[in-house]
Structures are given as structure tokens and as C-alpha cells.
């Protein structure tokens, strides 16, 4: 009763399997026939068996209940989550238990790492692109015999497998379809339609039919705290067609246990690169083109969807630092870097997303379905770097002009318009 084996005086951890979907419980029961499920929580979880994020919510309440009573009952001294990959779901109990710790500079870095053994006593570094995206950062990577280690590289090396070599089941996982058309839009008539939903979810604010928008494609969740610092900017940007799927603020000797930033060991400072990634039309991207040179300290990586248009001034075989850290003792560390051949490999994959994880939600042959692809077809994606983190200004001056200068080019073409 207190936890304790009573013949050889060792803790006694309890292990709770969180309910994280209908197959679960299914598998569950197939595999294990001794495994006594409530009724009640059958019965609640049955009622909901095709709306995955119900059943999480459901397996959530019910495990914070039973470890709140373990606890109470001072029957074990703490208990072990069996996550099986998922995170979600063990994040809310541990946060509804307030076991969750703010203290950010417990992180070794400023992704998100792995429990594979191998794997996190050797990888220091990765491409920002996949930031938002690590599960599918980790599936194309996880038959790596190296990881890369105090430096990014060449990302050529045969050590570093093939970026480029892609587990397809990842990016083709079933989507629920009704669901998913409540909070992306039953219908898609105009690009106008993708800029109420890119604003929806960084408002944090529900669309047109009351659903509240708590992801896209390119995003697993809700803004980071880091990214807060720079929403104006990022909204901005979004209400003038630029949707943006990836972002960093400029950061200048934060500290390693900065609440926002942190990361690494103690005593150690941070720095950060200012970061923008996202979508424009042809049209616009052609006067981010233009107006670029006027701003040396910007590095830019800029493509359309074939990867015919390209156009950069990194240095191709020459990675660029977006983030470091200065520790005690030790070299610096850079675990986010750009890599213009990286670019074009993640390219592939975002623009891919339109159609994989949006476009499919609606009919094949639907109006919905062809406009949201002659949308995509129209794209680039653009990558910006400020390379000045100490005034960390260029950036934005700079996409300020490029939509002073959008504004006025739509403004002659209304005046065009109204002459004729």
C-alpha cells in the first residue's frame, strides 16, 4: 500500500498506458484477454470511436483520475507513461497533474530529441526546416548509420545516408477527412479562403463555422512562446497572402535557462538568427526577388513548387548557422542550420503537403480540390535569414517594402481598371 515491495524494500512504479485512440483499446483486448477496461470508460470511449481527438481527451480524464488517486493514496511514488511515440496525450496528463515544468533550459536542445540511444549521444545538429515537423524529420532519418555532430557538413557525405530517401507511408497517413473540412473549409473558392485559416491559427481563433483552427499541414500544434515575440510581424504577413509555416526571432546572449530560449547547459548564452519561412504567389515572390539586393545581410532561399525557379545567395555546399550557444568549457554548439540542398529536399515535402494532408480532404474531382491546387501551382516557398542577431531589424524593414511595394502595384492595377 505504500508503494514499497515489501520483501526487498524497492520502489513500486506504476505504469499507466493513456487511452490515445479506439485501436488502443482494440489492441489491448486482442492481445492481453486478462485486461479489465471500466465499462464506463468502454461505453464512453465506443461512443466516440472514429474521433480520435475525443478519445485522447477521454483516455486523458481518465488517467489523470487514476494517477490522482495513486498519489492520494500514497500507493506509488511515481508512475512511468507508456507514450508508444505520442506525446500529446502523456503532455496533458503530466500538465493537468502540474508535474509540468516551465524551466525550459532543462532542454539539451532547441529541438525536439529522440530516445534512441545512439541517436542522442551523437546528434547535435539539424536543419530548421523541419521545426515544426520532427516526427517526419526523425521517419526520414531514423536508418541513419551517423548523425551529424558538432558541425552540419556537407550534406553530400554518404555518413549522412540520404535525406532524400523517404518512409511515403509517413506523408500518406489517414486523414479524417469530415473533421479535418470543418476546420480547413468545407470549401476552398479563392486563395482568400487559405488566408482566413493561416490567420484563424495564429489568432488561436475559430473560422467561419465556429471551429477553432489548431493546426495546418505544416504545424503539429499551437505557436511557440518564441514565436509569440514576433506575431505582429507573422500576421501581418499572412493577411497579405504570405503564409507563412516557419519562424524564429533574432536572439542576442539570452541565457542557457531563459524561459523562452533556453536550452543546454547552465551558464552558458544563446544566439538565434531571425527566420521566416513561407508561401507566396508568383507575383510576389517576383518582388521579393527584386528588392532582396537592397539588404546584403539577408541570406534567401526562393523556389517554385518544380524546383525550375530557383534562386539563392547561400553558398551551395556551405550550411548556415541559425542558432548556437556558448557554454562553459565546451566549443560552441550550432543545432539549427540552413542548407540550401537540405531547401530542396524539404521543398518537395511542404509543397507536397498541400495536397497530402489539405487537398485530399476534399473529392477528387471537387472545385474545391482543382482551385486549391492552381493555388499551389502559383507558389513559392521562400526562406529569409537576417544575419545581423544583434539589430535584428533588416528582415522585417525589408518585408515591409515588399508589401508597400505589393500595395502599390494592386492599387495602379485598380486604377487601370477603373479607366478603362
Not at 31 to 45: D, F, G, M
Not at 189 to 213: M, P, Y
Request: glycine share 6%; charged share 25%.
Amino acid at each position: 500500500s505504500s508503494g514499497i515491495n515489501a520483501e526487498y524494500g524497492v520502489p513500486i512504479i506504476a505504469g499507466i498506458l493513456p487511452i490515445q485512440n479506439y485501436d488502443t483499446i482494440r489492441k489491448l483486448t486482442k492481445l492481453a484477454s486478462n485486461v479489465h477496461i471500466p465499462p464506463s470508460l468502454l461505453t464512453e470511449v465506443e461512443a466516440h470511436r472514429d474521433d480520435d481527438e475525443m478519445v485522447r481527451d477521454i483516455g486523458v480524464r481518465f488517467s489523470v483520475n487514476l494517477i490522482s488517486q495513486l498519489f492520494e493514496g500514497n500507493l506509488t511514488p511515481g508512475v512511468h507513461l507508456y507514450t508508444l511515440n505520442r506525446e500529446i496525450g502523456p503532455n496533458h496528463i503530466v500538465k493537468e497533474l502540474g508535474l509540468y515544468s516551465k524551466d525550459r533550459s532543462r532542454r539539451h536542445f532547441p529541438w525536439q530529441v529522440t530516445a534512441n540511444s545512439q541517436r542522442l549521444a551523437s546528434e547535435e545538429v539539424r536543419p530548421v526546416y523541419w521545426a515544426m515537423r520532427p516526427k517526419s524529420y526523425l521517419t526520414r532519418t531514423k536508418t541513419w548509420d551517423e548523425f551529424p555532430n558538432g558541425r552540419w557538413g556537407n550534406a553530400a557525405n554518404p555518413a549522412f545516408g540520404d535525406l532524400d530517401d523517404y518512409h511515403l507511408f509517413y506523408m500518406s497517413k489517414p486523414v479524417n477527412k469530415p473533421k479535418t473540412r470543418e476546420m480547413w473549409g468545407e470549401t476552398i473558392e479563392s486563395i482568400d479562403d487559405i488566408r482566413e485559416i493561416f490567420l484563424c491559427f495564429l489568432e488561436g481563433t475559430a473560422n467561419r463555422h465556429g471551429v477553432k483552427v489548431t493546426s495546418l499541414p505544416w504545424v503539429y500544434e499551437t505557436l511557440q512562446s518564441e514565436t509569440m515575440l514576433i506575431k505582429e510581424h507573422i500576421l501581418k504577413l499572412n493577411k497579405n497572402y504570405m503564409f507563412t509555416i516557419n519562424s524564429q526571432p533574432a536572439v542576442n546572449a539570452a541565457r542557457s535557462n531563459d524561459q523562452t530560449f533556453g536550452w543546454g547547459p547552465k551558464n552558458g548564452y544563446i544566439y538565434q538568427k531571425g527566420y521566416i519561412e513561407f508561401f507566396a504567389t508568383a507575383k510576389d515572390a517576383k518582388v521579393i526577388v527584386d528588392l532582396i539586393s537592397k539588404y546584403p545581410v539577408l541570406s534567401y532561399t526562393i523556389s517554385d513548387k518544380a524546383g525550375n525557379d530557383c534562386y539563392t545567395n547561400h553558398q551551395k555546399n556551405t550550411p548556415v548557422a541559425l542558432t548556437w550557444g556558448v557554454f562553459p568549457g565546451r566549443e560552441i554548439i550550432q543545432p539549427t542550420i540552413a542548407d540550401y540542398k537540405t531547401f530542396l529536399i524539404w521543398k518537395d515535402e511542404a509543397f507536397a503537403l498541400w495536397e497530402q494532408k489539405w487537398g485530399c480532404i476534399y473529392d477528387e474531382e471537387s472545385q474545391s480540390r482543382q482551385t486549391l491546387r492552381d493555388i499551389v501551382d502559383d507558389m513559392y516557398l521562400i526562406c529569409l535569414v537576417d544575419n545581423d542577431f544583434v539589430e535584428a531589424t533588416s528582415l522585417w524593414e525589408f518585408l515591409d517594402e515588399v508589401i508597400c511595394h505589393i500595395d502599390l502595384r494592386e492599387e495602379a492595377a485598380r486604377s487601370t481598371d477603373v479607366s478603362c
